[in-house]
T-cell receptor, first 113, second 106 residues
Framework: DTAVSQTPKYLVTQMGNDKSIKCEQNLGHDTMYWYKQDSKKFLKIMFSYNNKELIINETVPNRFSPKSPDKAHLNLHINSLELGDSAVYFC????????????FGSGTRLTVV | AQRVTQPEKLLSVFKGAPVELKCNYSYSGSPELFWYVQYSRQRLQLLLRHISRESIKGFTADLNKGETSFHLKKPFAQEEDSAMYYCALGTDKLIFGTGTRLQVFP
């Protein structure tokens, strides 16, 4: 009964490939997020969706495209993967914006070779 | 500008020593502040919210608006406290500091 689940946990792929990461939350939260944690452990927001609507889109290459089929799911598709995309990607959700704190998924470790 | 600063990348202490992880923020409104903890290769977990004024695993944090700080404290560190700690500011999103790695030696 994991609250926020991400798949896959690990992803190793070659440069130029296209890959997707899936995220699902069963908490009934309205808002979902994608964060990137780089090799220095810095955490930076990429996207935020509220009830399937994109509300935050930070400066992220347009090779990254989020998709929210319903408010319980937020997937991340990445085209033409580059070496610099290697990182841990965390999905998170919150009931009503950041003031209530987030619940995070366990992360997807993406390695581009 | 909205910003969270954690000046220490690494803090090393011995078991039983007091710990203080520093966090300063920059925000013009009324801040929502959090501490998150990430144990090795695990998900981030919410440790504290300033508005709940609770103590989790012996950790406390007090919001000081005058100094724009929200330092995390524990009087006696334990080896299992070794982890990465992030201070975060809640606005329309969570803005994280760069994190402080706490190492507690036996």
């Amino acid at each position: 009964d994991t609250a926020v689940s991400q798949t896959p946990k690990y992803l190793v792929t070659q440069m130029g490939n296209d890959k997707s990461i899936k995220c699902e939350q069963n908490l009934g939260h309205d808002t979902m997020y994608w964060y990137k944690q780089d090799s220095k452990k810095f955490l930076k927001i990429m996207f935020s969706y509220n009830n399937k609507e994109l509300i935050i889109n930070e400066t992220v290459p347009n090779r990254f495209s989020p998709k929210s089929p319903d408010k319980a799911h937020l997937n991340l598709h990445i085209n033409s993967l580059e070496l610099g995309d290697s990182a841990v990607y965390f999905c998170a959700s919150s009931p009503r914006g950041a003031g209530y704190g987030y619940t995070f998924g366990s992360g997807t470790r993406l390695t581009v070779v | 500008a909205q910003r969270v600063t954690q000046p220490e990348k690494l803090l090393s202490v011995f078991k039983g020593a007091p710990v203080e992880l520093k966090c300063n923020y920059s925000y013009s409104g009324s801040p929502e502040l959090f501490w998150y903890v990430q144990y090795s290769r695990q998900r981030l977990q919410l440790l504290l919210r300033h508005i709940s004024r609770e103590s989790i695993k012996g950790f406390t944090a007090d919001l000081n608006k005058g100094e724009t700080s929200f330092h995390l404290k524990k009087p006696f560190a334990q080896e299992e406290d070794s982890a990465m700690y992030y201070c975060a500011l809640g606005t329309d999103k969570l803005i994280f500091g760069t994190g402080t790695r706490l190492q507690v030696f036996p």
